[in-house]
């Protein structure tokens, strides 16, 4: 099992930055990658971007390539991301998940997830 907890969202003005943390705990050895997904209002849930647990490698959705950046502490037991230049289409509810496997743009790739945390990017 892997458990895990998301912070860092808030209201912040547009062209505003935050930056969220997914700290994970469990089986994390065991984990292959790690991502970011999203969910606005009357969306679905979208991919945001994700990295490799052990090759470091990331993946960036378009709508976010330039903007946000993704990462991992030394320990790669907590991935970040960093968001700036928010924009109110960035309001969502972001997600962090984990994958035992082989981990892709679709949510389904994913085996655990946190529980959300809401980023509301006023006008």
């Known amino acids: 099992q892997v458990q895990l907890v998301e912070s860092g969202g808030g209201l912040v003005q547009a062209g505003g930055s935050l930056r969220l943390s997914c700290a994970a705990s469990?089986?994390?050895?065991?984990?292959?990658?790690m991502g970011w997904f999203r969910q606005g209002p009357g969306k679905e849930r979208e991919f945001v971007a994700r990295i490799s647990r052990l090759s470091g490698h990331t993946y960036y959705a378009d709508f976010v390539k330039g903007r946000f950046t993704i990462s991992t502490d030394n320990a790669k037991t907590t991935v970040y991301l960093q968001m700036n230049t928010l924009q109110p289409e960035d309001t969502a509810v972001y997600y962090c998940a984990v994958g035992l496997g082989i981990t892709t743009v679709q949510p389904s790739s994913y085996d655990y997830w946190g529980q959300g945390t809401q980023v509301t990017v006023s006008s």
């Open positions: 469990g089986r994390t050895f065991s984990s292959y990658g």
